[in-house]
């Protein structure tokens, strides 16, 4: 077998009398494939077992095993059932038809066969096929890589759990030290605090730098598929106008096509074809642009800029972070869609600050109020819901002194004065246990102030929602700092 035939593909014929199919052999052969043939269903199950081809050539009309009989075997067999089958008889009754295809036959060519349709016909399996085993291998690749994201997801978790282990190993160390030096206890009470703190930051400073390096590999790896699907489907939008260019100039030119052509146009409803494909290639055009939105939201909010403050677009940060929030803001059996109201000021300039470490801020805040809202509705009807549906609200402004400001609100229960003064404190949480760890708005808290010269301040009372305020330089050389409760 040739390399040439080999790429073609592998095409077994099976009729009893292969003597008639002479010229249909050679042709196909002349074509560029390897042709194999087999004179009983018996003969074809046992070669296509030993050695499957690319595409089954299969009579209907056969003594001892006809085709029918011959392509139920085929497809029962889990080696054998995707070779694609096509009919040859000489039957052209609907019936035998539909038995063929509920068999599960891919198409029926009606004897005497004509070499150009054949050849078309086989070319045009050939190609679905070698495009589903393309398909298959990338869903396989996908699989594995997310197999492998998964084993760093448990490798991540198992390191955070070793960390927790060696700091409650060290706190029980300290705390039986406080016991045996009660003239110390004040003294190493506020060692143990400053050491869970540090020690709670690093983990998660390890999380989030291992999550961004991840998030951005991850984030490459799918934007490369992507765009070679998003780059693609404007020329088979353009290819298939000039198709159907082509067919309507046919259809005025030769407006009395013949019998068969007729017959085609019909069996593949042409109208609705030139219908319904510029819609799916429209939604092939939404589908890849949503998934170029997702990579790129990802890749902006991972961004890692540790050592160095850079102007930045602050609309796109929280952009991005409510992109990967969709999925806990979106509609949900017990509650409706948590609705996000924007109101950006048209004139935010690009803010010199960390990047990464604003994101997280604003991921820290809008996850507290999403739960918040979440906890809220677990005490409420889903008529009392709908009637007072949640929402969170992001106002952007420029204020005096070269600083911007940012707004985030939510319509929430609010919380006591005792709950509020305590938020940024470190370890402080109001959620169940293994639900939060109380660190996430202290943090938030440090990058913004003390990292950024800025102020956060929370605004809330019972039953009138919560409202964080963030105040941040837009230069911060020319900035003093301000910190606020």
């Excluded at 082509?246 to 005025?252: A, D, H, T, V």
């Excluded at 997702?294 to 800029?305: D, G, K, P, T, W």
């Excluded at 952007?396 to 911007?404: C, D, L, R, Y």
Aim: charged fraction near 25%; proline fraction near 4%.
């Amino acid at each position: 077998m040739s390399g040439e035939a080999s790429e073609q593909g592998i095409i077994l014929i099976v009729d009893d009398t292969p003597t008639n199919l002479g010229s249909m052999v050679d042709f196909l052969t002349k074509s560029g494939f390897t042709v194999w043939v087999a004179r009983s269903g018996q003969s074809a199950i046992k070669k296509v077992q030993y050695s499957p081809p690319d595409l089954i050539l299969l009579d209907v009309i056969m003594p001892e095993m006809d085709g029918f009989e011959t392509c139920q075997h085929l497809k029962a067999n889990e080696s054998t059932k995707d070779i694609p089958v096509i009919f040859m008889t000489a039957l052209d009754d609907t019936e035998s038809k539909v038995k063929g295809f509920n068999i599960g036959a891919v198409d029926y060519i009606t004897k005497p066969l004509q070499h150009e349709e054949v050849l078309a016909r086989v070319k045009t399996h050939l190609s679905i096929r070698n495009l589903t085993k393309k398909l298959l291998r990338e869903i396989a690749d996908r699989e594995k890589a997310q197999a492998e994201l998964q084993t760093l997801a448990q490798n991540l978790e198992t390191r955070v759990k070793e960390r927790t282990a060696e700091l409650s190993q060290t706190n029980e160390r300290l705390e039986q030290e406080i016991a045996d030096r009660k003239l110390a206890e004040a003294a190493l009470q506020q060692s143990l605090h400053e050491l869970k703190l540090a020690q709670s930051q690093l983990i998660q400073s390890e999380k989030m730098s291992a999550l961004g390096q991840l998030v951005t590999g991850v984030a490459h790896e799918i934007n490369n598929p992507v765009n070679f699907i998003y780059g693609n489907i404007s020329y088979v939008r353009d290819y298939t106008k000039d198709l159907f260019h082509i067919i309507k100039l046919y259809q005025n030119n030769y407006p009395n096509p013949s019998g068969e052509i007729e017959k085609q146009t019909e069996e593949i409803d042409l109208g609705f074809l030139k219908e319904d494909l510029p819609k799916i290639l429209q939604s092939m055009q939404i589908g890849a642009d949503r998934i170029r939105e997702i990579v790129l939201s990802l890749r902006h909010f991972s961004r890692q800029e540790e050592y160095e403050m850079s102007a930045v677009n602050i609309h796109e940060g929280i952009d991005s972070t409510l992109m990967i929030l969709h999925n806990r803001l979106k509609f949900k059996p017990e509650r409706p869609a948590i609705e996000v109201i924007k109101e950006y000021t048209s004139n935010l300039p690009p803010v010199e600050c960390l990047c990464g470490e604003i994101n997280q801020v604003f991921m820290n805040i809008l996850v507290n109020a999403i739960d918040a809202l979440d906890e809220y509705n677990k005490q409420r009807t889903i008529q009392e819901i709908q009637a007072h549906p949640n929402h969170i609200m992001i106002r952007t402004e420029v204020i005096e002194n070269n600083k911007i400001a940012i707004q985030i609100s939510d319509n929430g229960p609010g919380m006591t004065e005792e709950v509020r003064s305590r938020i940024f404190n470190p370890f402080f949480t109001t959620k169940a246990p293994g639900k939060g760890t109380g660190i996430g708005l202290s943090i938030s808290w440090q990058i913004v102030v003390e990292k950024h010269r800025g102020s956060l301040r929370c605004i809330s009372e019972p039953g009138k929602g919560t409202e964080f305020a963030i105040e941040i330089p837009i230069h911060q050389e020319s900035t003093v700092l301000a910190i606020s409760a």
